[in-house]
């Protein structure tokens, strides 16, 4: 076998013995030199050609030559050195994005569970324990005296923890910083089975009383407020003014069990410090729900065991201890209802939404490389067909098609080693942009902390092999199959078989690059719909805080009313606070607003739909700000003894009698609660059509909306809402009147009305702007490449036009054939993008409810025009050039 | 192709170069020019073609080759005849004489010796 190295030295031996006998003959050594080049012609095709007749054998032979080959292919990218740098380019960020939006959901929503063996863990449930309106189960359920009779009796479960509900604010820090403090058993983090990243955790003999008070805080915590210091051990922070000593820090996922929402910076005491909790006074009491109950199954059993022997148990319990109805609600035992589930499961509900959003964007990611490997697998195309009629060449001088596959593979090989080390390269500075705590609301903090951990590799890995089939394996494979007979009778030039590849190619690359737009539109037209705040609400000088009248048998309906006109007389008379006004919650963001059965007996077409049914006083919709656009507001008129009475949304108005003309329907109402007994329809006169406002969660109108007066409900929680210049201040002032009017009783959510209601504008702007990016880059992929491929389809059809105009086509119209030639597959593309984008962008829309148009006229219009643009440019100069084509001269080349 | 008078006739090549390196040792450009020499310029040999079928010979263990320094001072690889190449040579010398008579015969033939 001939190494390379004496190949090559033997080629330039030859070289230097030819030029000394041109040199002897009279020439410059240089131009001798140059002379015998040309004379012995391409010097690569040959080497290629003594290379190709080689026949190797051996174990070894193998590897050797796979080295060549890749030598080989490394020479010659270099050679084509445009080529290369941008396949490399479109490689990488192709690659780069999707894992980023990859590695970005699994740091978020797709986080593994920061717990032990989630499987094993069951969370127990209630069922309608509550009077939110939902019917759904519900987990800080649980009585302490309840739980401890249940511990002492269960077996199918080798541990129990409890953790108490985690709700309210303590502020810890010297500069205002707080955080979320959780009362844990304890067994709590045994049982939850992680371990500290420094210090210890709780353990039993701290939940004692009497134990010095300790503390174990998050990792949130423990950065920003104990300055990351490894000292933090054994610091003190207060809690109400008591002193806790800080024990341990929670590894940096956790930060308690998480049901897939967002985080706080959390703190644990141990239950035996429970007096520090805001609900304290709660703790001892039978009937009132606040604890978390988990625990670990003994080996072999399974939830549905667990969950058999807590109904069982909570039945006998319901026997034993019956639960009182909450007053004002309809008479009726209520029943505990317990259950268990696994941890697991119950997370993966709590996600829901989020989760359906986590597959578009992933979608999304998806589609820019699509775009990107379209348009590696054009570039390819386009070189292997230049290349195609050396190839063939040298197929027929004996080099096997194995050989010639394995020689273009490797040069898509070391494209695609050289872009997944450029996208390693990207990713670490997207990982870095992208590594960030997203404030979500004014308690809870999204951590986005991206890793290139196995799974995220292991997505890049996975796309790039991807794109490695779809440029590499496939072309090679298309362009070895030509035989010699079909391509050298005709010569290079002719029309390839390339083109309607490349046609396709085209028409799917501006397909996925045009869909991805308009499915990203939507995220960018919903984080710019959130920033200009139309939510229907005014929020800027709103001040929001709820109190919830716990524990129930304390306040009649008359009391409560009483408490509230105190606390609202409180707050109109404070200066700084222009208006002040109560309801059941707001239109979206607090959840507390019941959910009622909506119907009309005036038109029974209209199925019987849920809606939210937020009662407020009179004043309401001017200190929120929402119009009442027909009839009237609410007055002091409307009480309890009047004639039931409400307002609809617009958009309830209209869909339920098809317009907003209404005034004087009746609509009817039936409470939804989780209990046995149905509760009364109460029928309702409609007085008024207010302006439509996002309901439930903002950015959605998917929900309806009926407004009743305050007095006409009873509900054991209401929302105060001021508007007033200084927000923060009324905030203050909402905490201090409910103090006052209601000792013992703490409200809950205060804050700013942005703050409280509106808390996703920040992390829908990074989504939203994070697409917009994924959006964009595939748009300029898909130009370059379409731009680089209209030029060399043209390029390549010289000969077919030459020939037109030798039979008498005019220039002009040889450029119009041109340019209809290049427009084609983009116009297919466009109409492909368009129908699938189209089409997933409704859907989403509908699925996530946003207020959202589905259809995008500048997305419609904008894009579409850009891509033509490019088309046109990119043939035009082809165009223009083949309308100039001299036949005699193409011909005669060719 | 063929309209070149000094195109190489298919399957020559290798009997040219044997032929050429039995002569004496010599490396690839020397094949070329004793070719030349041999033919008297009648027959063109396509430089680059040269060394796929030295190689080609090489490998078939008709020729072997060892880096030398050749008459201008410079290093080359220089190509010498083994015993099966020699063989090899006689038996294709003895083909191509049997059917160049044959052709030759053949092209002389006038329509009254059949």
Redesign the interface.
């Known amino acids: 076998v001939i190494h390379p190295d004496d190949l090559d030295a033997e080629v330039r031996s030859h070289l230097a013995h030819r030029a000394d006998d041109l040199e002897r003959e009279g020439l410059s050594r240089t131009a001798a030199e140059r002379q015998a080049r040309l004379e012995f012609g391409g010097l690569e095709k040959h080497k290629d050609a003594v290379r190709d007749a080689e026949v190797r054998r051996g174990p070894g032979a193998w590897f050797t030559s796979m080295g060549r080959d890749l030598a080989l292919a490394t020479r010659r990218l270099r050679r084509a050195r445009l080529f290369t740098m941008f396949s490399v380019v479109s490689l990488a960020v192709g690659v780069a994005l999707p894992t980023t939006m990859y590695a970005f959901l699994r740091a978020t929503i797709w986080a593994d569970p920061a717990v032990d063996r989630p499987a094993e863990l069951v969370v127990f449930t209630a069922r309608g324990r509550y009077v939110t309106g939902s019917a759904s189960e519900w987990r800080s359920a649980f009585s302490l005296p309840d739980v401890r009779d249940y511990v002492a009796a269960q077996n199918s479960l080798s541990a129990v923890a409890w953790q108490s509900w985690n709700n309210g604010i303590v502020a810890l820090g010297q500069d205002g910083q707080s955080a979320t403090p959780i009362g844990v058993s304890g067994r709590f983090f045994e049982v939850v089975g992680i371990s500290p990243l420094l210090g210890r955790f709780i353990h039993p003999e701290d939940d004692r009383s009497g134990a010095p008070p300790v503390m174990v805080v998050s990792y949130h915590v423990w950065r920003t407020i104990l300055g990351a210091s490894r000292d933090a051990i054994g610091s003190v922070l207060h809690v109400k003014g008591e002193p806790f000593s800080v024990i341990g820090v929670a590894p940096v996922g956790f930060s308690g069990l998480d049901f897939g929402g967002p985080t706080r910076p959390m703190v644990w005491v141990p239950m035996s410090s429970a007096h520090v909790l805001s609900n304290a006074e709660s703790l001892g009491r039978r009937d009132v729900g606040v604890l978390t109950l988990i625990g670990r199954m003994v080996p072999g059993a399974d939830v549905a065991r667990a969950s058999a022997e807590a109904a069982a148990f909570g039945t006998e319990l319901d026997r034993e201890f019956p639960l009182r109805e909450l007053s004002g609600q309809p008479q009726g035992s209520m029943a505990r209802s317990w259950a268990a589930t696994d941890y697991q499961s119950l997370r993966n509900a709590g996600i829901g939404r989020a989760a359906y959003a986590s597959y578009v964007l992933l979608a999304i990611g998806g589609l820019v490389l699509v775009v990107a490997c379209s348009n590696l697998a054009n570039l390819s195309v386009a070189r292997g067909t230049i290349r195609q009629p050396e190839l063939v060449m040298r197929r027929a001088l004996g080099a096997t098609r194995g050989r010639l596959v394995r020689e273009l593979l490797a040069e898509s090989a070391i494209i695609a080693l050289a872009g997944l080390a450029a996208s390693v390269l990207l990713l670490r500075v997207l990982f870095v942009l992208c590594t960030i705590d997203l404030p979500v609301s004014n308690q809870n903090i999204l951590s986005i902390v991206p890793v290139l951990d196995r799974h995220v590799l292991a997505y890049a890995a996975g796309a790039v092999v991807l794109a490695l089939l779809m440029f590499g394996v496939e072309p090679a494979v298309q362009l070895t199959r030509t035989s010699i007979g079909t391509i050298l009778p005709r010569g290079a030039g002719t029309l390839l078989p390339g083109t309607r590849r490349h046609r396709m190619l085209i028409r799917l690359q501006v397909a996925a690059a045009f869909a991805l737009l308009v499915i990203a539109s939507v995220t960018v037209h919903y984080s710019v719909s959130l920033s200009k705040d139309d939510s229907g609400v005014d929020l800027d000088q709103l001040a929001v805080g709820t109190v919830v009248f716990l524990p129930h048998e304390q306040f009649a309906a008359t009391d409560r009313a009483q408490a509230t006109e105190t606390v609202l007389a409180t707050l109109r008379a404070t200066l700084g606070i222009e208006r002040a006004d109560a309801a059941t919650g707001m239109p979206f963001g607090l959840t507390v607003t019941p959910l009622v059965q909506l119907s009309s007996p005036d038109r029974p077409a209209f199925r019987e739909t849920t809606a939210f049914e937020l009662s407020s006083t009179p004043g309401y919709f001017e200190t929120v700000g929402v119009a009442i656009q027909r009839g009237r507001a609410f007055t002091a008129h409307d009480t309890a003894e009047s004639a039931p009475v409400a307002i609809l949304s617009a958009a309830a108005a209209r869909a339920m009698f098809g317009s907003v003309d209404v005034i004087g329907r009746t609509i009817a109402t039936r409470p939804l609660t989780g209990r046995t007994v149905t509760p009364p329809v109460i029928t309702r006169t409609v007085v008024g059509v207010a302006g439509d406002t996002d309901v439930q969660s903002r950015g959605s109108r998917r929900s309806l909306l009926v407004h009743v007066p305050l007095t006409q409900t009873s509900a054991p929680f209401v929302t105060f809402v001021t508007r007033g210049r200084d927000p923060l201040i009324a905030a203050s002032a909402i905490r201090m009147a409910v103090a006052r009017a209601l000792p013992g009783v703490a409200p809950s959510g205060v804050g700013p009305g942005v703050a409280m209601l509106a808390p996703a504008v920040p992390v829908t702007r990074v989504v939203g702007a994070a697409t917009l990016v994924l959006g964009l880059t595939a748009l300029g992929l898909s130009m370059i490449g379409l731009h680089g491929v209209l030029a060399y389809l043209l390029s390549v059809r010289r000969r077919e036009l030459a020939l037109r105009v030798a039979l008498g086509a005019t220039s002009r119209q040889v450029w119009w054939l041109s340019i209809r030639e290049g427009l084609r597959p983009v116009i297919g593309g466009l109409t492909i993008g368009l129908l699938i984008g189209t089409f997933v962008r409704i859907t989403v829309i509908g699925r996530l409810g946003l207020a959202v148009p589905a259809l995008d006229l500048v997305m419609f219009l904008v894009v579409p025009m850009a891509f033509l643009a490019v088309a046109i440019a990119a043939s035009a100069a082809p165009a223009r050039r083949a309308s100039r084509v001299d036949p005699s001269v193409v011909l005669r080349d060719a | 192709m063929l309209d070149d008078p000094r195109a190489l006739l298919p399957g020559t090549l290798d009997l040219l170069i044997l032929k050429a390196v039995s002569v004496g040792h010599t490396?690839?450009?020397?094949v070329?020019l004793r070719i030349q020499q041999m033919t008297g310029g009648a027959l063109a040999i396509?430089?680059?073609?040269l060394?796929?079928a030295l190689?080609?010979l090489?490998?078939e263990g008709l020729l072997t080759a060892e880096w030398g320094v050749?008459e201008?001072n410079?290093?080359?690889?220089f190509y010498r005849l083994t015993t099966p190449g020699r063989s090899r040579l006689r038996e294709q010398i003895a083909d191509w004489q049997r059917v160049s008579r044959a052709i030759a015969s053949a092209l002389s033939t006038k329509a009254s010796d059949l």
């Open positions: 490396h690839g450009y020397g070329l396509e430089q680059g073609t060394y796929p190689h080609k090489e490998r050749s201008n410079r290093r080359a690889r």
